[in-house]
């Protein structure tokens, strides 16, 4: 089995698809970030890397706050709109038929429609290049009712998808569950 | 359709699942890493989330050099087994039987079984509280040969798996392609 050096290149598979919100001079507006994860957990926190012209990023350093929406299968059409538009062009709240709601945290609005939403504040701001990683503080956690099962997030009932940008950019549904986490690597001995 | 707060917790879907690779004290150690994420573009850099009393951490901060795996579905126990376990006690290169290769980053770890492979030097790293958020610059990427298409990584080929903390920590397979990315927003008019 050979390999073969393809050059620097940031090759994770997967990335999450995500609608991160911001107000821009008081309007909300959203953006579609793949290139989003969890920076802690005690206290929970979350990074978006967004490139330095995008119109979001305005608003997120005027009130230092933002939300990760985390859109289903069903909103992909309106998740794909937010990352080839600008909010500086078009209005996509409007667009995209979202209805926003705010929580405790001013200025990061969130969609009803996307079934789980982070309000979040920003703790630090790295400048590396030709994107800002943005981490933040989750203040608070909603889901959609229909997709809690006991009182939990279900992710069979969220339905989220995910992105793949090799060989040609594309969202994918979740498949089936191939094992339990912290579980099937107990049958290697050591 | 009614929303429910659950509290400040990190709830994005879906995570990669990664094994992070760093020699510790001369020798290759692997630790499972789902909180991972593309960082920056120009220069290609991924951020990596890790706990302060990691055994791998130590090795990162000696070298200030790691690498990033992305295990395929063939891997899954392997992968697990580096969550679960810790490099402190157990040789996890041998336990899982590991093929190591080294490119051109010294002291970052690569796995000939994993289809892709990230060499990175850290660039930043910021103490958040109960992890380390690391940012390192992707220096190479290894592709297997068997992975490719026209010399493109093909995901297809490659069988990446996702991990899913809600409502039960498990590893999913990529499911179907539900739309092209940057194309299929274009049917919403604006």
Redesign the interface.
């Known amino acids: 089995?050979?390999?073969?050096?393809?050059?620097?290149?940031?090759?994770?598979?997967?990335?999450?698809t995500?609608l991160v919100g911001a107000d821009v001079d008081g309007k909300p507006n959203f953006l579609a970030i793949?290139?989003?994860?969890?920076?802690?957990?005690?206290?929970?926190?979350?990074?978006v890397?967004i490139q330095g012209h995008r119109y979001s990023l305005k608003g997120i350093r005027e009130n230092m706050t933002f939300s990760?929406n985390?859109p289903s299968?069903d909103q992909?059409?309106?998740?794909?709109?937010?990352?080839?538009?600008s909010g500086a062009d078009?209005?996509?709240v409007?667009?995209?038929g979202f209805t926003v709601?705010y929580?405790q945290v001013e200025a990061a609005p969130l969609i009803?429609q996307c079934p789980?939403?982070?309000e979040c504040r920003v703790?630090?701001m790295?400048e590396?290049?030709?994107?800002w990683?943005i981490?933040g503080?989750?203040?608070?956690?909603?889901?959609?009712?229909?997709c809690?099962?006991?009182?939990?997030?279900?992710?069979d009932k969220?339905r989220?998808?995910?992105?793949?940008?090799?060989?040609?950019?594309?969202?994918?549904?979740?498949?089936?569950?191939?094992?339990?986490?912290?579980?099937?690597?107990?049958?290697?001995?050591?």
């Open positions: 089995m050979g390999k073969t050096k393809i050059g620097a290149t940031t090759l994770i598979y997967p990335m999450p995500t793949a290139w989003c994860g969890v920076a802690n957990s005690q206290p929970p926190m979350v990074s890397a990760v985390v299968v992909v059409k309106e998740a794909d709109f937010c990352g080839i538009r078009v209005d996509k409007v667009a995209c709601f929580g009803e789980v939403n982070l703790v630090q790295l590396l290049g030709s994107h990683l981490v503080r989750i203040e608070e956690t909603h889901v959609s009712d229909e809690l099962t006991d009182g939990r997030p279900d992710v969220v989220p998808f995910l992105f793949v940008t090799q060989p040609r950019p594309r969202y994918q549904a979740f498949g089936d569950t191939i094992a339990r986490a912290f579980n099937v690597g107990r049958e290697i001995e050591a």
